[in-house]
């Protein structure tokens, strides 16, 4: 049972326009929604977080918007540039007890310049 | 600045050989994880540990094992390597629910 999915395998977008990576999960009892950028044969960087109170979250060029009643997560880029295309994770963890991470299977976005 | 290092970033090694994966991490957090990462398959966790010799299994534990003598250092351990261990394997500490950082991985090839 998979508690956290990206159902997009893969997205390609001008550089420039916005890049919208979407994540949807099933467990309303998450605290907290991580993204992460992996580029090939490095570990994944974390980018941005969002707390489960929260509805928007802003750093930078990215923008992490939480939807709870829909379980909906997504994470915009704007402007996307060619240096963002790489493998984006979404994951979510709880914050009671010894908590770890759900991460879904990832989505690859290629910016084209 | 942030630090988590991981022993080998690539390893080959053969089936039935036992295996050993080190990640260290320098920023005195309580938890530390190992994950592998597969194509179309996210990364899945397979330990973690929230203290010194303490630890809990993840999604796929089977055929490994870990240690955690020392707070900075978490060991997994393939007790006898199969080719379907060939895979990313991913080191990550953290300190609170909302962080996590990665070490740089070891890819990890089982001929």
């Known amino acids: 049972d998979q508690q956290v999915k990206q159902n997009s395998p893969s997205l390609s977008v001008q550089e420039g326009r916005i890049s919208i990576l979407n994540c949807d999960y099933t467990?309303?009892?998450?605290?907290?929604f991580l993204w992460y950028k992996k580029y090939p044969a490095e570990g994944p960087t974390f980018l941005i977080s969002i707390s489960s109170i929260k509805d928007k979250n802003e750093d930078g060029r990215f923008t992490v918007f939480l939807n709870k009643s829909a379980k909906h997560l997504s994470l915009h880029i704007v402007p996307s540039q060619p240096g963002d295309s790489a493998v984006y994770f979404c994951?979510?963890?709880?914050?009671?007890?010894?908590?770890?991470?759900?991460f879904g299977t990832g989505t690859r976005l290629k910016v084209l310049a | 600045d942030v630090k988590v290092t991981q022993s080998s970033r690539y390893l080959v090694k053969r089936t039935g050989e036992k295996v050993f994966l080190e990640c260290v991490q320098d920023?005195?957090?309580?938890?530390m994880f190992w994950y592998r990462q597969d194509p179309g398959l996210g990364l899945r966790l397979i330990y973690f540990s929230y203290d010194v010799k303490m630890k809990e299994k993840g999604d796929i534990p089977e055929g490994y094992s870990v240690s955690r003598e020392k707070k900075e250092r978490f060991s997994l351990i393939l007790e006898s390597a199969s080719t379907n261990q060939t895979s990313m394997y991913l080191c990550a500490s953290s300190w609170t629910p909302d962080t996590q950082y990665f070490g740089p991985g070891t890819r990890l090839t089982v001929l």
């Open positions: 467990n309303s009892m998450f605290d907290y």
């Open positions: 920023m005195d957090h309580e938890n």
């Open positions: 994951a979510a963890s709880r914050a009671s007890g010894t908590y770890k991470y759900i």
